[in-house]
């Protein structure tokens, strides 16, 4: 038995007539005929009463045409499952984004679309450090990343989104935050206390820090570390030292903390989309246009 013996008798069963049934499925009667009749031979069973006047299903045949039709309902279901996956429209996409990416404005709106694009997709997103989720697309634990500039496998492509001034953070009484200017040198800092991740955390930033600092002339003494932004930010405000974060944390209103933009030559961060060499997936695809275009950038191939 075959599909289309079962969609040339539910032909015959809803005409009721092999002639027009014919018709519509686009072949001569006799075949058809010939198949209907094969079918029965096969099931051991009379489906249609045939006279000179008229067609009319048989007991047999009114039971067998629920299950028929049934099975191809589903196997068009089955078929459009798998030409919506083809075309990215379902299935799941793994995502790490490092915890400053949603302050970005491009990214939450580019999620936003394509959630509304792909609303059978299932996005599982999971905050990660950068070195965290270079590990785990090297893994295929994650299909895109969104992290701060790191070294990484040429196995993995990166694409920049977005670049932000550093900014130096620290209280509000702080004498560098009296000052009447909006900006100062990192070497401003070098007396300072710092309270910054830990180096082994995995966040470019920390190798940033420490790079823009031996070119002003001086290692930032860190005095305590922090895995979270928002601690980081919370323990300068009690006034365990200073810290430098990407300018984007300044949406993060957090009382007695003022931010000053760096000067330094290369005092900015990126927000870089990352994938494999070798992702093939079309919802990895699909997120990667939104992401690029949200951005205002053209994807290379």
Do not use: C
Not at 64 to 69: M, Q, S, Y
Not at 83 to 94: F, I, K, N, P, V
Not at 201 to 206: A, D, M, R
Not at 222 to 250: D, K, M, N, W
Request: avoid cysteine.
């Amino acid at each position: 038995m075959e599909l289309r013996h079962l969609r040339y008798f539910v032909a015959v069963a809803d005409e009721l007539h092999f002639g027009r049934a014919a018709e519509l499925l686009g072949i001569s009667q006799p075949p058809l005929s010939q198949q209907i009749q094969a079918l029965e031979e096969e099931l051991g069973a009379r489906l249609f009463e045939r006279t000179n006047r008229r067609v009319a299903l048989t007991e047999a045949g009114r039971l067998f045409l629920d299950e028929a039709r049934q099975v191809l309902a589903q196997v068009d279901k089955a078929t459009d499952i798998a030409r919506r996956a083809q075309r990215g429209e379902l299935g799941e996409l793994q995502v790490g984004f490092t915890v400053s990416a949603p302050f970005i404005a491009t990214v939450p709106r580019s999620i936003f679309n394509f959630r509304q694009r792909f609303p059978a997709v299932h996005l599982a997103l999971q905050e990660m450090s950068s070195r965290e989720q270079t590990e785990a697309l090297m893994d295929r634990k994650l299909q895109v990343g969104l992290i701060r500039p790191i070294t990484m496998s040429d196995a993995l492509v990166s694409i920049e989104l977005f670049r932000e001034p550093l900014v130096a953070v620290m209280r509000a009484d702080h004498p560098l935050a009296l000052q009447t200017h909006e900006s100062i040198a990192i070497k401003q800092l070098a007396e300072e206390p710092f309270v910054y991740f830990p180096r082994t955390y995995g966040t470019g930033l920390y190798d940033q820090l420490i790079s823009l600092s031996q070119q002003a002339g001086f290692s930032p003494r860190i005095v305590q570390e922090a895995r979270e932004t928002t601690i980081i930010i919370g323990l300068v405000a009690a006034g365990l030292g200073v810290s430098v974060l990407p300018a984007t944390y300044r949406r993060m209103h957090i009382e007695g903390v003022v931010y000053r933009t760096l000067v330094d030559e290369g005092a900015t961060s990126a927000l870089w989309l990352i994938h494999r060499r070798d992702e093939r997936s079309s919802l990895a695809r699909a997120f990667i246009e939104l992401l690029t275009q949200g951005a205002g950038i053209m994807k290379s191939s």
